[in-house]
């Protein structure tokens, strides 16, 4: 089941979509609650690798490997997603997913823009920084939305899927999918 969600939410990187709106945050969190140790950032990874290659030799629009600067920050921005995830295990309540999903975007929108900036898109100055990020504001609200939904389908299928009743212990995933 676990593998199953990853491939579809990988699969969907495919389908039409609005800007920013992706999975791969969501798995981020998906992976850093439910697997130990550097398998954990392997999953948004190669899900991301693999679409951007494979969007990138199709030709699809928005996907690909357009800048490497860039698209470094952008595996950082995703893959810090991770450690909010183990941060979701620790922690009680209901809301537990949804602030991870926040903080996720936060940090993806920080890092990634950064990356924007550090690769010479806007002029190397304080000026050019804010412009970078007062230009990516409204695609933050697309990460959001997307991060929220992805990250509420992921989690909840794996509850409504009976796996794991709460989130109080990483690793639920049985040892033969290990």
Not at 37 to 66: E, N, T
Not at 85 to 94: D, L, M, N
């Amino acid at each position: 089941m676990f593998y199953l969600l990853i491939a579809i939410a990988a699969a969907s990187r495919f389908l039409p979509h609005p800007p920013n709106v992706a999975c791969v945050t969501a798995l981020g969190l998906f992976a850093g609650c439910y697997l130990s140790g550097p398998r954990a950032y392997l999953v948004p990874f190669a899900v991301l690798a693999g679409s951007d290659l494979l969007g990138h030799s199709l030709g699809i629009p928005g996907m690909g490997l357009y800048s490497p600067l860039a698209m470094g920050f952008v595996y950082a921005g995703t893959l810090a997603a991770v450690p909010v995830g183990r941060w979701i295990a620790k922690r009680q309540g209901k809301l537990r997913v949804v602030g991870g999903a926040l903080l996720a975007s936060c940090l993806f929108f920080l890092v990634s823009n950064l990356g924007v900036w550090a690769a010479g898109w806007y002029p190397m100055t304080l000026a050019g920084l804010a412009a970078c990020f007062t230009n990516a504001i409204p695609f933050f609200g697309y990460s959001v939305v997307g991060d929220l939904c992805f990250s509420m389908l992921l989690f909840g299928a794996w509850e409504w899927a009976g796996v794991k009743s709460s989130f109080q212990k990483p690793v639920p995933v049985p040892a033969r999918l290990r």
